[in-house]
């Protein structure tokens, strides 16, 4: 457990000294929501999808792919340098490893999640709207949480088959996916058929989800005209068991080839 915790440590550090931890994991979200913000106040406030409720659910999914993005950089350049290897002289074990590097890029997840939310109640006092109360918003970092380890995961297993170069590139491409097909300032309740392919990803059912507790409108309006809020009886269960496959999928694909490239290195 000891030597566990040294490596979680290092880790640690070695993200807290890189200056991308800050630009993308902290930056990056507050100034997404601060421009959402700006432009649905020059829209006349009539883009739900913009608005404090339904925006911060979506630039939360959305900042967890930059923790895919440091995840990759951070284990190819260990890769890299040869730090792995060294390692694996010593009595660690993969699960080891896996645990040293994914607990600190939990950590950094829930500061990025408490930034959105403190985002989210300046912005809703601000605008007038008000956000969420303080018992929705740890249900709402606690229902994210699954996004936020799936993301960390993918980094791990970019990471673990691709070199520094290549892993980066590929990781772009999910970060771009996750902010189209994850509906994170896209109105895809009100796209259709396209709707009902982002579900077979995780990003956009733990964007519905993260709406549902924080009350969000949807885009569409009902028979009545008037526009309703996202609900779980709607297809919550399905988005819950969509959400928790992947997790079991990516987590145990990450056990997977860290313990390939484990006996392939030793």
């Known amino acids: ?43 006349g406030e009539k883009t739900p999808v913009f608005e404090v409720k339904s925006l911060i659910p979506g630039i939360m999914m959305f900042s967890y792919s930059m923790l895919m993005l440091i995840a990759s950089l951070l284990i190819s350049k260990d890769k890299t340098s040869a730090f792995l290897k060294r390692l694996y002289t010593s009595p660690m074990k993969s699960h080891d490893y896996i645990i040293g590097y994914f607990i600190p890029f939990i950590i950094i997840g829930l500061i990025q999640s408490i930034i959105c939310i403190i985002l989210g109640y300046i912005c809703g006092a601000i605008s007038g709207t008000g956000f ?106 399905l988005f819950l068991i969509i959400l928790f496959c992947y997790l079991i999928l990516f987590g145990s694909l990450t056990v997977v080839f860290f313990n390939k490239r484990l006996k392939n290195d030793c």
């Open 1 to 43: 457990m000891n030597k566990t915790l040294v490596f979680m440590k290092r880790n640690l550090k070695e993200m807290i000294r890189d200056p991308l931890i800050y630009i993308f994991c902290a930056g990056f979200p507050i100034l997404m929501v601060l421009m959402f913000q700006i432009i649905l106040k020059y829209t």
């Open 132 to 237: 969420i109360s303080f018992g929705s918003s740890i249900l709402l970092i606690i229902e994210m949480s699954p996004m936020m380890a799936i993301d960390i995961f993918m980094g791990m297993i970019f990471a673990t088959l691709l070199n520094e170069k290549s892993a980066p590139a590929v990781t772009s491409i999910f970060i771009s996916l996750c902010g189209v097909i994850g509906g994170a300032w896209m109105p895809l309740d009100s796209m259709g058929n396209f709707e009902n392919v982002a579900t077979a990803l995780p990003f956009y059912p733990s964007v519905y989800l993260g709406r549902v507790i924080t009350k969000a409108l949807h885009t569409l309006p009902d028979s009545t005209g008037n526009l309703i809020c996202y609900t779980f009886s709607d297809r919550g269960a």
